[in-house]
């Protein structure tokens, strides 16, 4: 059965805090993705890692970075969180190339910064 | 900003009637997908249309793709109050094929 992981269901983080999201998948997939779900706004891509060490930016990369170090693992960085970060953090693998895969979704991290 | 929008955002419907969720999109793409999400779940998976088709289906699923119009459709035949759930449609681009998502439409079947 394949899985993608996320370290946490829930977590609660004060402002100011170095926040780490990890994501591990088992199905030795190219891409890795970390999206934030809001009410209202559905899915916004927040990085995107499409092999080890290689990152691209999606359309709200401020406030974040990742890291990539091995295949399986990706992992979402809040520098300094605030709580504007609230959010429901979501991440997804694929295969690359083209056309291209479906994706694979983590059960998401529900981060509350207080 | 995202790359699909879809249409409408909300949608209410009697079981055994069809529901049908349209998605726009705005630059040139490799695949068109449909997701959908239980409250309080992670998304799953529902269809994948390639650039070069026109029509899929995969059991009372129907998704359509027209890149002349940047748009596709996805239809759900005899809904099912089961099917009460939030859609999302996704664009996969570049090399790599990256996936975007819209905004999302709630759909509700009514027993």
């Not at chain 2, 949608?11 to 529901?19: F, V």
Request: hydrophobic share 30%; charged share 25%.
């Amino acid at each position: 059965d394949v899985k993608v992981t996320q370290s946490s269901r829930y977590l609660v983080k004060r402002t100011g805090e170095k926040v780490f999201l990890e994501c591990v998948q088992d199905m030795d997939h190219e891409n890795m993705f970390w999206y934030r779900q809001d009410p209202g706004l559905g899915l916004r891509l927040i990085y995107f890692s499409y092999d080890v060490k290689m990152k691209e930016k999606g359309d709200i990369p401020e406030g974040y970075s990742v890291s990539r170090e091995k295949k399986e693992r990706f992992s979402l960085i809040l520098e300094s969180a605030s709580t504007n970060q609230t959010s429901m953090y979501l991440c997804a693998s694929s295969s690359n190339g083209v056309p291209g895969t479906e994706a694979f979704f983590g059960q998401g991290t529900r981060l509350t910064v207080v | 900003s995202q790359q699909g929008e879809e249409d409408p955002q909300a949608l209410s419907i009697q079981e055994g009637e069809n529901a049908t969720m349209n998605c726009s999109y705005k630059t040139s793409i490799n695949n068109l997908q449909w997701y959908r999400q239980n409250s309080g779940r992670g998304l799953v998976h529902l269809i994948l249309i390639r650039s070069n088709e026109r029509e899929k289906h995969s059991g009372r699923l129907r998704v359509t793709l027209d890149t002349s119009k940047k748009s596709s459709s996805l239809l759900i035949t005899a809904s099912r109050a089961a099917d009460t759930a939030s859609y999302f449609c996704a664009t996969g681009t570049g090399a790599n094929s990256k996936l975007t998502f819209g905004k999302g439409i709630t759909l509700s079947v009514r027993p």
